[in-house]
């Protein structure tokens, strides 16, 4: 079981940036993958970044040029750098990790990207 700790969220101004940080129980190397959805207000969640064993990375389309995803295998952290931000981007914010069949979401963190 891996259980997993967002840290970061707030409250930004449009065109500022945000980082986020995903704090794991155990190795992260045990994980296939690890990534960041989001869920607005009256709205389904949504997968944004993924980042793969490899380290290769995925990004919905409305976030590519803007986010980036990594990792540190080290301090068991996942990351989400957010620049830019609109406040489209305004939502709580799940890291999340598959390792073998299971996926363990984290409890989330707000985004708010308000003038």
């Known amino acids: 079981q891996v259980q997993l700790v967002e840290s970061g969220g707030g409250l930004v101004q449009p065109g500022g940036s945000l980082r986020l940080s995903c704090a794991a129980s155990s190795s992260i190397l045990r994980t296939s993958a690890m990534g960041w959805s989001r869920q607005a207000p009256g709205k389904e969640r949504e997968w944004v970044a993924l980042?793969?064993?490899?380290?290769?990375?995925t990004y919905v389309d409305s976030v590519k040029g803007r986010f980036t995803i990594s990792r540190d295998n080290a301090e068991n952290t996942l990351y989400l750098q957010m620049n830019s931000l609109k406040p489209e981007d305004t939502a709580v914010y799940f890291c999340?990790?598959?390792?073998?069949?299971?996926?363990?979401w984290g409890q989330g963190t707000q985004v708010t990207v308000s003038s």
């Open positions: 980042i793969w064993r490899g380290d290769s990375t």
């Open positions: 999340h990790a598959q390792v073998g069949t299971s996926t363990y």
